[in-house]
Nanobody
Framework: VQLQASGGGLVQAGGSLRLSCAAS????????LGWFRQAPGKEREFVAA????????KYADSVKGRFTISRDNANNMVYLQMNSLEPEDTAVYYC????????????????????WGLGTLVTVSS
């Protein structure tokens, strides 16, 4: 499966953005999906994930209550709605797909995702 993230940009602190990730090549319902981010000079970190049927989600503590992950299997899309953005959210955001795990609780471990898309840059100004 090929993944392409979009929707990044420059936003002021307190603002919102919605990231999208389009999948092609395989049916998206075959994968659990995750969003990760990497800030300048920092390691990649988990942001959010959603199970194959959308019934289970997981969030990093730093984004709980502010970000929402969702998916549209019919249109092969996954989304990340980001509200109340903070300068600390500035990073390149990547979507990823996990073809192995079927559980309701998706994994937050990056190495367990086997497909990655190109990232989209989110910059939050103070």
């Amino acid at each position: 499966v090929q993944l392409q993230a979009s929707g990044g940009g420059l936003v002021q602190a307190g603002g919102s953005l919605r990231l999208s990730c389009a999948a092609s090549g395989r049916t998206l319902s075959n994968y659990a999906l995750g969003w990760f981010r990497q800030a300048p000079g920092k390691e990649r970190e988990f942001v959010a994930a959603i199970s194959r049927n959308g019934g289970g989600t997981k969030y990093a503590d730093s984004v709980k209550g502010r970000f929402t992950i969702s998916r549209d299997n019919a249109n092969n899309m996954v989304y990340l709605q980001m509200n109340s953005l903070e300068p600390e959210d500035t990073a390149v955001y990547y979507c990823a797909a996990d073809s192995v795990r079927w559980g309701l609780v998706p994994t937050s471990v990056g190495s367990q995702y086997d497909y990655w898309g190109l990232g989209t840059l989110v910059t939050v100004s103070s």
